[in-house]
């Protein structure tokens, strides 16, 4: 073979450090987003309600505590389509499916809604709890209430059931009408929710209440930690509960983190990167293509459902409108934003995004209204921003905020294999 | 290189089989009724002009394309319309006549791709680092180092394909269709962009590999002088037909080869000669 025995130059710096700087930059920001959410726990829980006055309403108006768990709640959805866009390298338009799928399981399993299934009021006896929590109230204890913990593993691989079933017809198609197709199922999935109120024989099964949605949601249970005192023992919708339940969502995308850090490690993630890097030069060496496609498309929708649960418990409900196809898009623009395949990156972009969503936007247009005296409704130009921001990425930095390393090469230095075929002298430079 | 005697041939068992195959895009017959055998443990080549139908009929052994007629069998598995990722799990394993590695992983990431399907451990394994995950990948990054060094390239475990010289690239290709613990190694085109002395060491390379992984391989190859000194039976295609077989100096002397090579004009005055 070639006389180049020689060991390559290093076009930067070696990979062997690269791994070890991945793991200690892991460990940085996961500690640092650590010792951010425990600030501001403490900030919402016992800091600004003792301050209280114009501090307490400065983070009121510009990051209250529902601000912050609903950022957090689109970390755990963006990280989920992260796997499958960013690591498996396959582009889905229709997220927000799981989303919903994710709600309406915490509608069935955690909500009076269970007895009003049946049109025909034969199931308005229905009376199911398993270590279930349903709010204190008279004749809400109908229905199924299975505890919130159940829930979410039942969700997410209900999810990850749905998500096989609709990968395993797509995901034959190329990348575009791969695309085009699950922006189908986006589109199909909350339709059918929303119109699911007289289903089947006579019209007798009600799937999801249509657009009324479904409400009350059962209360998060904290046990065992309610035995450590200041903990309520159920996280429902009082103002002292929130900070504990911006806690919670916390853990849950934690735990996403988690499964998306040890995933990429394992032969499963590389097998994903090599789908996304060569398809068919990975079927060739073994990767079976259809099954490993559906393994991401199933552990992001677990994510989804994970979310979908959580997300019904933080709005106390599920509402059929709630599910539409801007959604897909923003999530999208998330991990483009912050950085495809990089599970930092992602969660910044998402934080970022969803503070600019939620609350970002407004009050900066507010106080932009109120310094310079115009009326300007800066809400109706949020999508404006968005697509301004995507173009400006696209424009000076293609690779995202906070770039995965692989991807980074690519974007900033040509292939050495070009740079040999115009006669350019690699060995022993730094290039 | 001498050839093996032609008993050994004969006698040892069949890696693999392809039966009278067919394939037909359209009206165009690319490959016709070719039937095509590689011995246990032997060196062969497919040879042709260009255009002759090699790269398709390569592209039907490794299951990308299914025959319109005709089976191919793996040792004594009919593995004939089989998607290539089992074919290739069953030990048919390939390199590309454009290299084609996974750029953005490493030398050792690309390797341990190929072991995908020897590999067990699930999702819930690999979340949790079960004590069999983490013997496995560690056995796994053992393993392929130790074909980055056997294929002489064991300082560049930790480079990003991409970054590889030209030559590295391809040994990195041949380290991972090891990986697969193949019966038979397909080779495209190896020596392009190879200059005399490499393509002289690549046939060393062929019979070590051969020998101490224990396989057969298949060549596709341009470079005559090479076909003649690493191949112990050298098939012809011409136009999607086999019109020869036989042991490099078989070929080298049979007529309807030259015609195919040289056309039939280009022949004349040779056989005016003769």
Redesign the interface.
């Known amino acids: 073979?070639?006389?180049?025995?020689t060991?390559?130059?290093?076009?930067g710096p070696?990979?062997?450090d690269a791994?070890e700087h991945a793991r200690r930059s892991n460990r940085k920001w996961a500690l640092g987003l650590l010792i951010a959410v425990v600030v501001l726990f403490l900030l919402y829980w016992k800091i600004l309600p003792a301050v209280g006055g114009d501090t307490a309403s400065f983070f009121r108006k510009w990051l209250s505590v529902s601000a912050a768990s609903e950022m957090v709640l689109w970390v755990i959805f963006a990280l989920g389509l992260n796997i499958v866009v960013g690591y498996a390298g396959l582009l889905d338009l229709g997220y927000v499916a799981f989303w919903a799928i994710g709600g309406y399981v915490a509608g069935w399993f955690m909500s009076p809604f269970a007895s009003e299934m049946m049109n025909d009021k034969s199931w308005a006896n229905l009376k199911f709890n398993f270590l279930g929590h349903p709010p204190a109230i008279q004749g809400l204890d109908r229905g199924i209430h299975l505890n919130f913990w159940l829930v979410l593993p039942i969700a997410g691989l209900i999810c990850a059931f749905f998500g096989v079933l609709i990968g395993a017809p797509t995901l034959r198609l190329k990348s575009d009408y791969l695309a085009l197709v699950t922006l189908g199922f986006g589109e199909i999935i909350p339709q059918i929710f929303r119109n699911g109120e007289r289903l089947g024989p006579g019209g007798n099964f009600n799937l999801s209440n249509g657009d009324k949605g479904i409400t009350p949601v059962d209360t998060i249970p904290t046990w065992p930690f309610s035995y450590i005192p200041g903990v309520p023992d159920q996280l429902g919708l009082r103002a002292e509960d929130l900070p504990f339940k911006f806690l919670v969502y916390c853990l849950l995308a934690a735990a996403i983190v988690?499964?998306s850090l040890?995933?990429r490690?394992?032969?499963?993630?590389?097998?994903w990167?090599?789908i996304r890097?060569?398809e068919?030069?990975?079927?060739?060496?073994?990767?079976?293509?259809m099954r490993t496609k559906l393994?991401a498309y199933a552990?992001g929708a677990f994510a989804g459902g994970i979310g979908g649960v959580a997300f019904a418990t933080f709005v106390n409900g599920i509402y059929a409108s709630r599910f539409d196809f801007a959604i897909s898009i923003i999530l999208l623009a998330m991990v483009v934003l912050g950085g495809m395949g990089n599970v930092w990156g992602v969660t910044v972009g998402a934080l970022v995004l969803a503070w600019i969503n939620s609350t970002g936007l407004e009050q900066f247009g507010n106080t932009f209204n109120d310094a310079v005296g115009t009326n300007i409704n800066f809400k109706n130009y949020q999508f404006l921003l968005f697509g301004l921001i995507l173009v400006l990425m696209m424009l000076f930095r293609r690779e995202g905020l906070i770039p995965e390393t692989?991807?980074k090469?690519?974007l900033a230095e040509p292939?050495?294999?070009e740079l040999?075929a115009v006669g350019a002298d690699l060995e022993g430079e730094q290039a | 290189m001498t050839a093996q005697p032609a008993e050994r041939m004969l006698s040892s068992t069949l890696d693999l089989r392809a039966d009278k195959i067919t394939i037909r895009f359209g009206g165009l017959t690319a490959v016709d009724e070719v039937d095509f055998t590689i011995p246990h443990g032997s060196v062969v080549s497919l040879i042709g002009p260009n255009g002759a139908g090699k790269t398709t009929f390569f592209n039907i052994l490794t299951g990308l394309y299914h025959p319109t007629s005709g089976r191919v069998h793996l040792g004594d598995r009919d593995v004939t319309g089989m998607p290539p990722h089992q074919v290739a799990h069953l030990g048919l394993a390939r390199t590309f006549q454009n290299i084609r590695l996974f750029n953005l992983m490493t030398a050792e990431e690309n390797v341990m791709v190929a072991m995908h399907s020897h590999m067990k451990s699930g999702i819930v394994g690999t979340v949790f680092k079960s004590p069999r995950q983490r013997r496995e990948e560690k056995e796994g990054r053992e393993r392929a180092r130790e074909l980055l060094a056997f294929v002489g390239i064991p300082k560049v475990a930790d480079e990003y394909a991409r970054n590889l010289s030209y030559g590295d690239q391809r040994r990195l290709e041949v380290a991972r269709a090891l990986a697969l613990r193949p019966k038979i190694l397909l080779l495209d085109e190896p020596t392009a962009g190879m200059n005399p002395q490499e393509s002289a060491r690549f046939v060393e390379f062929v019979y070590r590999v051969r020998d101490e992984m224990d396989l057969s391989v298949l060549l596709i190859e341009h470079d005559m002088s090479v076909v003649m000194k690493v191949s112990e039976r050298v098939t012809v295609l011409d136009q999607g037909k086999k019109i020869a077989e036989g042991t490099p100096d078989d070929i080298k002397n049979d007529q309807r080869v030259v015609e195919a090579y040289l056309g039939k004009t280009g022949t004349e005055g040779y056989r005016s000669d003769k």
């Open positions: 073979m070639a006389a180049t025995t060991p390559s130059p290093v076009t070696s990979v062997k791994a988690f499964l040890r995933i490690e394992g032969r499963l993630g590389r097998a990167l090599a890097e060569d068919l030069a990975a079927s060739m060496m073994g990767v079976p293509l393994a552990v692989r991807t090469q690519v292939e050495r294999g040999e």
